[in-house]
């Protein structure tokens, strides 16, 4: 399988690298990584020690059998357009947040999945990216059901030796996703503590409530989402991923723009009674404004 991999930083790069043991890949990002990439592969480390070879470029090739995407939220418009014009079978959003899907499947002639990735990645510098924490993949039909590419798009993943798994009701993970991503990203980033903080410290009833509230909005929203099940899954990936700085606290150590507005933004946006969402978000917001990132 051809899989193009648009958004190639940290996770992209991560997923890319493995996807290439077994399939050609081309990585779409950014200089100096790509040029790194190009000329000398993909060095793997923390969980990895290999190096891959996949292609790597700025922009996207003129066909793909899939396309995976894994830019920041506020960048899935610009995604979407970037790749209207090649001629795809399929494509994934492995991105945070949340109408991604929706966004990408109006630009795209071709079946939109859905996807999470609990894969921890860092790029600690050009051509080389540390998993931070084996994970898995979860992919399906955005709308939930079966689907014959998502089942191809599996069975790809699996040959890779992704950890994957296949989904038939993936509206309602991509809520406890939101739940994990508004316990954990907004309040580590405005904590400055790893995931493990939130298990015992004093962070964690913020993470908890936060998660919380996201369960309420997508009862709100037709999803049978209990309380539990949201605070349950923080404190899981919190636990398996103690030692990694999340993704928004990573944003906000390197002073780049976040991906709030998804997250807690959207949570808190919703119209119904999220007081902690809010002020996460109004806090991030703060920080991003500031620095004239917003």
Known sequence: MHVV????????????????????????GREPHVSRVREGGLELTGAYDERVRPDARTDP??????????????DTDAAAEALAPVALDAC??????????TTLA????????AGTCTYG????????????????????????????????????????????????DMPLRLWEK???????????????????ALLDGPAGGVARDAARETARVARA?????????????????AEATAANRSSMLQDVEAGRRTEVDAIS??????????????TTARLVRAWEAARDLR
Do not use: W
């Open 61 to 74: 090739p003129a066909s793909a059998d899939l396309a995976v995407v894994t830019t920041k939220a506020f």
């Open 121 to 168: 990645a860092r790029l600690t510098e050009p051509g080389v990216v540390a998993c931070t924490g084996v994970g898995e993949v979860v992919l399906g039909a955005r709308g939930g059901g079966a689907s014959e590419a998502a089942d191809r798009v599996g069975t790809a993943f699996d040959a890779a030796g992704l950890h994957t798994t296949v989904a038939e």
């Open 106 to 113: 109006a630009d795209l002639d071709c079946p939109v999945l």
């Open 5 to 28: 991999v648009l958004g190639a930083g940290s996770l992209g790069s991560l997923v890319g690298g493995l996807l290439a043991r077994a399939h050609e890949v081309t990585l779409v």
């Open 221 to 237: 929203d037709g999803l049978d989402l209990d309380d539990e099940t949201a605070v349950a899954a923080v404190e899981r990936v």
């Open 178 to 196: 939101l739940a994990v991503n508004a316990g954990i990203n907004a309040t580590t980033a405005l904590a400055r503590v790893e995931n493990g």
């Open 92 to 101: 994934l959003s492995l991105q945070n947040g949340m109408g991604n899907e």
């Open 265 to 278: 933004g959207f949570v808190a946006g919703y119209g119904v009674e999220t007081p902690v969402n809010a």
